[in-house]
């Protein structure tokens, strides 16, 4: 059994066992979805943001987030991310060729030497490529931050695949205000009460194996974000041996502030204040610990005392947290009672917010609830030996003439971005490594 929450563009609250009569009702929306351009797809996501930020319920609701979402959805960024993600768009819409070092008539590749051009056998009249949709995409979002889900169901839109939502049953009422809002926009081609019927969102109880497994049978697309049990039990269910993952599983972030940066320093406490405070580090992208290089123009210590401020600004005045529960509470206590004979600890009286100081070299075990560790640091070359797989994002702020350098000896041990301080929360296409739009699709060749 399952409870449909969001069917046919509607909210709905309805008990329900028929999941093959869901699936295929889903299904039977691929046509339209098939029949619209990409651009028309991106139009009309130009339009439903540009209609988010006009709305001042959204506004509140959302906060600094909107801002995030509408600047994603507008049209120069999307087309610019699936141009990335696919090498050109259009190929969605129909064959294209991809491989511009084609030279026609002949079996060459522009740039190969001509001693290697022999051993290089390719078809005289070239070969067409178009991006088809996999079908069906089916969506387990985390019950921690669910609003996340939104970029992974706008990214298999823009590919043109129907989707079914499993939400969480903790929270789930801000993505169903997210997609209830496309019925009030339409474009001359897209109109938003047709394009969201080609998603459903339901809730089934994480013990009802029966249910998930036929989920993730009916899949073509499976798409999991959440924390280590809940995706190995997503990636334990049995699938179809041709069945796309795309798995956003639980990883750390973590933050440098090099020396030459620490001129600036005010408002770069500012702008971690913001990566720390949104979603209250719930998020794979939220920094824990924060590494200021020796030789700057403030210490470490310095820096932590500043930053600190910022939080106390921030809930104050932008993000103010919600209720912490007990459990969380005595978490953070006992990380004060340790740090304040280790090193220094700044916090709140509500225990909103904590900045913890200390001079060990390592990364700190991550506590959440805007609990971040300060942490100096002598030689910014010893944090290649903290990277790995597990590793999500370095939230950075150094000058370039040394940064893709170091960057490029850190990554190839782990960490899939390096955004700046202040955009570390921020959506971005490659997420986690990998290009989602391109595991979406089905790569299909015709020859001229």
């Known amino acids: 059994m399952f409870r449909k929450i969001f069917y046919h563009g509607k909210i709905y609250d309805e008990e329900s066992g028929d999941m ?10 691929l046509p339209y979805l098939h029949g619209l351009k990409v651009d028309e797809l991106i139009g009309f996501f130009d339009a439903l943001g540009k209609h988010w930020s006009q709305d001042p319920e959204m506004k509140k609701r959302f906060g600094p987030m909107l801002k995030h979402w509408v600047d994603f959805m507008s049209t120069n960024n999307l087309a610019m991310m699936v141009d990335t993600a696919l090498r050109r768009r259009d190929s969605l819409d129909g064959f294209v060729k991809l491989n511009d070092r084609w030279t026609e008539g002949e079996n060459k590749i522009e740039g190969v030497e001509e001693h290697l051009r022999p051993q290089i056998h390719l078809p005289a009249n070239g070969v067409l490529y178009h991006a088809q949709p996999r079908g069906l995409a089916v969506h387990w979002l985390a019950g921690n931050v669910p609003v996340l889900g939104i970029f992974s169901i706008l990214e298999s839109l823009l590919t043109k695949n129907v989707n079914l939502v499993k939400a969480s049953s903790k929270a789930y009422e801000d993505l169903i205000t997210l997609l209830d809002s496309f019925n009030a926009v339409s474009t001359p081609k897209v109109k938003g009460s047709e394009l969201v019927r080609t998603i459903a969102v339901i809730l089934v109880d994480r013990n009802d194996m029966e249910t998930n497994e036929a989920l993730s049978m009916n899949a073509d697309i499976r798409i999991a974000w959440g924390g280590h049990e809940a995706i190995e039990t997503i990636v334990g269910l049995r699938k179809r041996f041709y069945t796309e993952d795309i798995i956003y599983g639980p990883k750390y972030s973590y933050a ?9 320093y005010k408002k770069l406490a500012q702008r971690l204040a913001i990566d720390i405070s949104v979603f209250d580090q719930n998020t794979c992208s939220s920094p824990h610990t924060l590494f200021v290089e020796k030789g700057g123009k403030i210490s470490a210590l310095d820096f932590a005392k500043e930053l600190a401020s910022q939080l106390s600004l921030v809930n104050r005045t932008l993000l103010p947290k919600g209720r912490t529960e007990p459990g969380k509470v005595m978490d953070m206590l006992a990380i004060k009672s340790k740090y304040e004979m280790l090193g220094e600890v700044f916090s709140s009286e509500k225990n909103e917010w904590m900045v913890v100081y200390s001079e060990e070299e390592v990364l700190a075990e991550a506590c959440f609830s805007r609990v971040i560790f300060v942490r100096p640091i002598d030689d910014v070359n010893k944090l290649a030996g903290f990277n790995d797989r597990h590793m999500q994002a370095l939230g950075l702020a150094m000058g370039k003439e040394r940064k893709f350098g170091f960057v490029d000896k850190l990554t190839v ?10 955009q570390m929360i921020f959506f971005e296409s490659p997420w986690d490594g990998m290009f989602g739009m391109d595991r979406m699709v089905r790569w299909v060749t015709c020859h001229e």
């Open 20 to 29: 093959d009569g869901l699936v295929a009702e889903l299904r039977s929306c």
């Open 256 to 264: 440098l502030i090099a020396g030459e940066c620490l001129d600036d």
């Open 413 to 422: 041990r782990g960490v899939d971005r390096c955004p700046a301080i202040g």
